[in-house]
């Protein structure tokens, strides 16, 4: 049985990766902060594939908390053969000129933890030749975000570039995907929909196909990418957002 470990994975984004990788008969490793949430995600999980996740309830960007989740993989005796660094979002406070705590906590949230994952699993993942997948954001590229949350994610791009040198040499993929503005329930986009259409409209017809980009979508190209038998796609940043940016 192989495994695939997503942070973020309780709702959104993450929940569509795992739920994809199950229909690919690919066993889940789920994270969240909310173990009301894991539950009935891990249950869908089960109901759609019949494959029971592995759930682990913790926030980690809390100190520990990777080491916490690497002892716990550790215990359940699986190995990941990828790993989804879907973990990250926006940060309260982060404005023009944010103060440096938030600054911290962004790029604790949306870039140390991942790479912090990467660190401690990395001499298991070399005996599986995994692939490792970080998300991070189209806005990397236009520069058009909040500050903090735009140079937590901007890191990506130089950090997995750099990687993926080092990283073949141990027999591992690492690449990233940069979704434009996704669209799932509860996500920026639906909260707007619901709470500032006008700006909401705005945003639409920004869109190449007079669509935001759909989660489920995206977790399918990530999928399909990580199950290709090739080592190519290694260094990778792919967009995907309909030809926006």
Not at 107 to 114: A, I, P, Q, Y
């Amino acid at each position: 049985m192989d495994y695939a470990l997503i942070t973020g994975s309780s709702n959104g984004l993450g929940y569509c990766i795992a739920e994809t990788f199950s229909r690919h008969g690919i066993a889940p490793i789920l994270t969240g902060r909310n173990p009301k949430s894991l539950d009935i995600a891990a249950q869908s999980i089960q109901k759609i594939s019949g494959l029971t996740p592995i759930s682990f309830a913790g926030n980690l960007t809390d100190e520990y908390a990777p080491a916490d989740l690497y002892q716990f993989v550790c215990d359940q005796g699986v190995i990941p053969r990828y790993i989804i660094h879907n973990l990250g979002g926006g940060i309260q406070g982060d404005c023009k000129n944010p103060p440096l705590c938030v600054l911290r906590k962004s790029f604790r949230l949306n870039f140390e933890v991942s790479v912090e994952i990467n660190s401690i699993f990395y001499d298991d993942l070399k005996k599986t030749s995994a692939k490792i997948v970080h998300i991070g954001s189209t806005s990397s590229l236009h520069h058009d975000a909040p500050p903090s949350y735009l140079t937590s994610k901007s890191a990506i791009v130089p950090y997995v570039k750099n990687a993926a040198r080092s990283f073949a040499k141990d027999g591992l993929t690492i690449f990233a995907v940069l979704p434009g503005m996704l669209d799932h329930p509860g996500s920026y986009v639906d909260r707007l929909r619901i709470g500032d259409p006008d700006r909401h409209d705005r945003f639409l017809e920004k869109m190449t196909y007079g669509q935001f980009v759909p989660s489920i979508e995206v977790a399918h190209y990530i999928v399909s990418l990580c199950l290709v038998d090739s080592n190519m796609i290694n260094g990778s940043i792919i967009t995907i957002d309909g030809g926006v940016d």
